[in-house]
């Protein structure tokens, strides 16, 4: 049983900033992470605008209008926060979870986003083909021996733990999204399986673009 003395500051809120926003969470979905925050970054570099202030603009990967998927996307603070950075963006969210689908859809309404949400596990559902699919999925190897199982016990499990020491998941999306020749695919992960991921998603004919801590992001060859 877990520790009600443990219990998360945003459950007990219920609420938790995401790159300067402020999102509802239940226990239905996890906790948005600091970390997770570079997947925000990574989208606006690749669309030519600047992440910070003073940092200089690369130059525009990605077209003036891009498909955006956000797959896993639990509360949503992914994908609102890239219709709110990136307004000419298309964005599309999907997750397995009712419940976490629910949430994800107050979020957006209380951000005024434009979010078209689709129940699906991984792509089954979707019938679009994303310029630029990002998966914050599960990854969590419940073997390893350093986690701390009863700080996470309070998060849903199926958000946190996948088999095949926690990479089931993610590969099965990246052979989804190389069938659909996805051009960009962002992923988080813990960086102990950044070599597996990077090595099978080249199988896959997907190359490293560019890795910032716990997010790798490929792109189709």
């Not at 600047?50 to 896993?72: A, F, H, Q």
């Not at 350093?146 to 099965?172: N, Q, R, T, V």
């Amino acid at each position: 049983m877990p520790s009600n003395e443990r219990i998360p500051e945003a459950y007990r809120t219920g609420y938790q900033d995401f790159y300067g926003r402020e999102f509802k969470v239940t226990p239905d979905v996890l906790i948005p992470r600091p970390e997770t925050e570079q997947i925000i970054d990574q989208v606006l570099i690749l669309a030519g605008k600047p992440y910070l202030p003073g940092v200089k603009p690369t130059e525009r990967e990605l077209s003036k209008n891009p498909i955006i998927l956000d797959v896993g996307t639990g509360s949503g603070c992914i994908a609102i926060t890239i219709k709110k950075e990136l307004e000419n963006s298309k964005v599309y969210a999907s997750d397995i979870s009712k419940e976490a689908l629910n949430i994800a859809k107050e979020n957006a309404k209380n951000h005024q986003a434009d979010i078209t949400f689709v129940e699906s596990d991984l792509l089954k559902n979707i019938d679009i083909t994303p310029e630029v699919l990002i998966a914050n999925l599960p990854y969590v190897d419940p073997g390893w021996d350093w986690l701390d199982k009863d700080s996470l016990s309070h998060e849903p499990a199926l958000a946190l733990y996948a088999d095949d020491h926690g990479l089931k998941l993610i590969k099965d999306l990246i052979k989804e999204a190389s069938s659909r020749k996805v051009k960009y695919l962002i992923l988080e992960s813990d960086p102990c399986q950044h070599e597996e991921i990077e090595a099978f998603a080249e199988s896959h004919d997907y190359k490293l673009y560019e890795e910032r801590g716990f997010i790798q992001t490929f792109k189709y060859d």
